[in-house]
DNA sequence: GTTAGGG
DNA sequence: CCCTAAC
């Protein structure tokens, strides 16, 4: 029985209680009740419990509709009966309980009479015909595009699979259907797509806050649920709590983003009533500027602290522990005030896509729409019984030859975003709360991906194309992609300071690689900005060149966790699953530091320097002459000492970058011929110390 | 944490 | 500038 190998498996979080087998003329209601260890599970667990529930026992097919009451706790299961008259009327409702609410050891089903429909969600305009069931997919999301009042379209044929997500998006658009992913395997109690729980905890967006986090655990058991509603209009907030797995919540109308932090007074980044607009129309100011570059696999924070009094005393108690953190900390401290692109590296979980039990499907570089990546690879974890592979699609599929996949999570598009420094944290959230529902707002695409490859052909069965059961579970992968013709992804308009080149087209172009964004970032980006230090320079070497002169004013607050963790987790969510960011490598490696070559004071403050103490005590050096220069390390130095002597060897027609002087040139090389010796006296003669070599040169 | 040196 | 071995 499927249910016991759901249990077999781990899939615990619900007692199949003895059901009654009640009679299909009535309408019946399934409460199921979870545990509250198993709070995590998502609907999709229950859908698939359930829909293996009804195969199983009673024979049907489940109609690939449901509804989620986050507001009641509850989630609900709407059925359809195989006789179509009979299930018109009286439709088999599976509630779930909130967890918290409900009793965790009982789970029940009741034979409920007549239960309104109504009482449980607006079904109108939200349920499709009883016969959808038989519908092809391709009609059946129409038709649920339809009445949700969406024009998306999808190809004929289309998985089942694409269409419970797509249909999710209009659940959440508009009161539009939506389609559980256990219906999607109608008639065969075998076959099950399930989340995985844990994956499935990264899905949301959490409504708990009021603020975009992915990864809220609990997404359908939300106090407000934007599911229940009367109208085509859904709350926002409410619906966040159920943006579970391809649901979005995104509004057409009256989208209110609202962020717990009240940090923000500024009017820059106000919530436009429309949700559309709202992202399309970011203040004036330029302050949001937000642009998706695609797919990447991570984001990455390039945060910016400023404003700390430096020296490298202070610099090393800072940041004690790690040699990485002492870098990263650097980096960020050297980040340019005047722009700044921040990578909200949120969490790998935000950029990584969820796939497969075990791997996850790398989105392939030609995968231009990939914003989002789902996938959905084998499901190891369920008891398969392995056999040919066919397509899920069909109910006339030999009974043996399913696939059976698990779509752990989805991925969030890597978000470009650009925002003042002296913007507030809550500004910066509301950044972010916007660019993500830019970017799924205007709808999702599903692409498939296997080995990599983009699957396009739709007509083709799952066998045809090569999805078959014995697959590696990281061979098949899915991604969401926003919808190009929907969503609006340029946030900021009227920005001044966006470059018709900035407009995120994040739609329709192939997802940079790290080193594109990061290229873009330095070379197109920052390195056009004047040199920061110019207007410093005269005060060098003794000037606070890292006191970023243009903003005066800022006030940063920093961020208690650095500001690579800035976006997206929120200190106190506990709620938020959300996978560490370090686990990519790239979220490994810390932004870059902007490249900024020494100028010729800083050469001769250097050179000076080094004439007193020599070389190789690069901590004195920058004591002496850059303790004040947060952004020169002692590191630094030696490395530019280094490119000196080597740049003072070569002629002048191979010396690139600003000139340095040749009297400076001639110093180095006269520095360092004579340190050179009297390390190789010292060397010879340990008796004296360079300590006191140096303090007779002094 | 610093230094030295390769990349 | 990054990375890291070596100290």
């Given amino acids: 029985m499927v249910l016991q190998k759901m249990l077999e498996n781990g899939f615990n979080g619900y007692q199949m209680p003895p059901t009654p087998r009640a009679a299909r003329s009535s309408r019946r209601r399934c409460i199921f009740q979870r545990k509250t260890d198993d709070h995590q599970l998502g609907a999709f667990d229950l859908l698939a419990t359930v829909a293996d529930k009804l195969v199983m026992e009673e024979g049907i097919s489940p109609k690939p509709v449901d509804t989620f009451s986050g507001k009641e706790q509850q989630a609900f299961v709407e059925d359809s009966i195989t006789d179509r008259e009979q299930a018109k009327d009286n439709p088999l409702i599976v509630k779930s309980c909130d967890p918290d609410v409900c009793d965790q050891s009982s789970l029940f089903t009741e034979q409920v009479s007549e239960a309104p429909l109504s009482n449980i969600c607006s079904h109108e305009q939200t349920s499709l015909p009883n016969d959808a069931c038989s519908w092809p997919a391709s009609v059946m999301a129409s038709e649920c595009s339809r009445k949700a009042g969406s024009v998306e379209q999808l190809d004929d044929d289309e998985c089942k699979l694409r269409l419970g997500i797509i ?17 999607i395997l109608e008639g065969e109690s075998e076959t099950q797509i399930k989340m995985d729980p844990k994956n499935y905890r990264n899905l949301s967006i959490s409504g708990k806050d009021d603020m975009c986090s992915l990864g809220c655990p609990e997404n359908w058991d939300r106090k407000q649920s934007a599911l229940v509603r009367s109208a085509n209009s859904v709350k926002f907030p409410s619906c966040r709590g159920h943006m579970s797995c391809g649901s979005f919540p995104f509004n057409s109308e009256g989208v209110k983003i609202v962020t717990r932090d009240n940090d923000e007074n500024s009017s820059r980044c106000t919530q436009p009533r429309n949700a559309n607009k709202a992202i399309r129309r970011l203040p004036r100011s330029g302050d949001c500027r937000i642009r998706k570059s695609l797919a990447s696999k ?25 040699k990485n953190s002492y870098k990263r900390q650097i ?17 790998a979980s935000n950029s990584d896509v969820l796939v497969s039990s075990d791997g996850i499907s790398s989105l392939p570089e030609n ?21 040919s592979a066919a397509g899920e699609c069909s ?25 003042p420094e002296t913007a507030t944290v809550g500004s910066l959230k509301r950044s972010v709360m916007k660019a993500v529902t830019t970017i799924l707002g205007g709808g999702l695409h599903v692409g498939m991906l296997l080995q ?9 069965t799952l066998l045809q194309t090569g999805i078959s059961h014995g697959n590696k579970s990281d061979a098949l992968g899915f991604t969401l992609e926003p919808n190009p013709t929907q969503a609006s992804p340029t946030l900021c308009p009227e920005d001044p300071f966006q470059h018709p080149h900035d407009s995120p087209q994040p739609l329709a172009r192939s997802p940079p690689t790290a080193n594109e964004v990061q290229d873009a970032v330095e070379q197109g980006n920052l390195d056009a900005l004047p040199d920061p230090l110019g207007s410093n320079i005269r005060n060098f070497p003794e000037s606070n060149n890292d006191s970023a002169p243009s903003t005066p004013h800022m006030s940063l607050e920093k961020t208690p966790t650095g500001s690579r963790a800035l976006v997206a987790v929120p200190e106190k969510r506990e709620a938020l699953a959300i996978v560490p960011m370090c686990k990519s490598k790239q979220s490994d490696s810390a932004q870059r530091r902007m490249r900024r070559p020494f100028t010729v004071s800083e050469v001769e403050a250097l050179v000076q320097a080094v004439e007193k103490l020599g070389t190789g005590r690069w ?41 340095v002087p040749q009297d400076l040139l001639d110093r180095v090389l006269t520095a360092h011929a004579y340190w050179s010796e009297q390390q190789t006296k010292y060397q010879l003669k340990p008796q004296r110390s360079v300590k006191s070599l140096s303090k007779e040169v002094n």
């Fill in 367 to 387: 995968d231009s729409k990939g914003a989002a990546l789902l996938s959905g690879p084998a499901l190891p974890g369920v008891n398969a019984t392995p056999t």
């Fill in 167 to 183: 249909t999710k998006k209009h659940d959440v658009q508009s009161s539009g259907c939506r389609l559980s992913a256990g219906c």
């Fill in 395 to 419: 109910p006339f599929q030999s009974r043996n030859s399913h696939v059976k996949l698990n779509i752990k999570s989805f991925r969030v598009p890597e978000l470009f975003i650009e925002i």
């Fill in 452 to 460: 990599g490859k983009r699957i396009r052909d739709d007509t083709r």
């Fill in 298 to 322: 991570h984001w990455k924070a390039t945060p910016n602290l400023k404003g700390e009094g430096y020296n490298a005393n202070k610099e090393r108690r800072n940041f004690p522990n790690t």
């Fill in 619 to 659: 901590r004195d050096v920058k004591l002496r002459a850059f303790d004040n220069v947060k952004h020169r390390t002692y590191v630094d130095l030696k490395d530019k000492w280094k490119t000196l002597v080597h740049t003072a060897r070569i002629s002048p027609q191979q010396r690139r970058g600003e000139p």
């Fill in 331 to 347: 980096s960020q401290r050297d980040y340019p005030f005047k722009k700044r692109k921040l990578y909200y590296c949120s969490s």
